[in-house]
């Protein structure tokens, strides 16, 4: 989260006096950091679902399995 304060402040800084090109490398730095943020996130939620239920496959064998 600070690489991403720091990426608004420079953003912020550069658009008092920057051409279209370094404008467009910011914006993509940004949007970069944003996608990989999100991806971790999304793979942060996938993992607190999955890690504490048993698996599908798992039940199925228990419910197979002779006594």
Do not use: H
């Not at 490398?25 to 944003?34: D, K, S, T």
């Amino acid at each position: 989260m600070m690489i991403v304060n720091l990426l608004l402040l420079a953003l912020c800084l550069a658009l008092i006096n920057l051409t279209n090109v370094e404008l467009e490398v910011i914006f993509a730095l940004l949007g970069l950091n944003c996608g990989i943020f999100l991806f971790y996130l999304l793979r942060m939620i996938r993992q607190t679902q999955w890690d504490g239920a048993p698996s599908r496959r798992s039940a199925i064998d228990q419910a197979n399995k002779p006594s």
